[in-house]
């Protein structure tokens, strides 16, 4: 990483969990990003994230576009109420294929803008995804949420990491 990501925090699961939580997140930084690499023990889920200011939104305040392949099929899709900002569609976790999923959250401490998103996730053995996303709130986040779309858990072994950006 370069220079000016800090690790803010990072979760390897020791068992497996429903989902992952950073909250109290500083807002010292100009802007977050969030590695992930899971895999799930059956299945393939697409990843869901939620943000919020001291307790994460559930409503109907995010909207979502998303370009997606795999080397022989192309999709896009686009979503302006969604309840969570859905961060894959091709490039999903398996249980044989961890995928690597990369989230920027941009100005996330300022109240006064919505927050926008950008993110790219991979699965070698599915495909790819560029997603921009938007969350329709001024306050700042300090958490963030990380789940599954199914009632499924993250496999042992799946890593989550909070990088700080300064002056991005």
Known sequence: MAKTYTPIATTTLTSAAASVTFSSISGAYTDLALVITPTIPTGAYDLLMR?????????TNYSVTRLSGTGSAANSTRSTSASGMFCTYYGYPTSTNPSITTINLMNYASTTTYKTMLIRSNNASAGTE?????????????IITISLDASTNFSSGSTFTLYGILKA
């Open 51 to 59: 943000v919020g200011n001291s307790t994460v939104d559930s409503g």
């Open 130 to 142: 560029a997603i921009v996303g938007l969350w329709r709130s001024t306050a700042a986040i300090n």
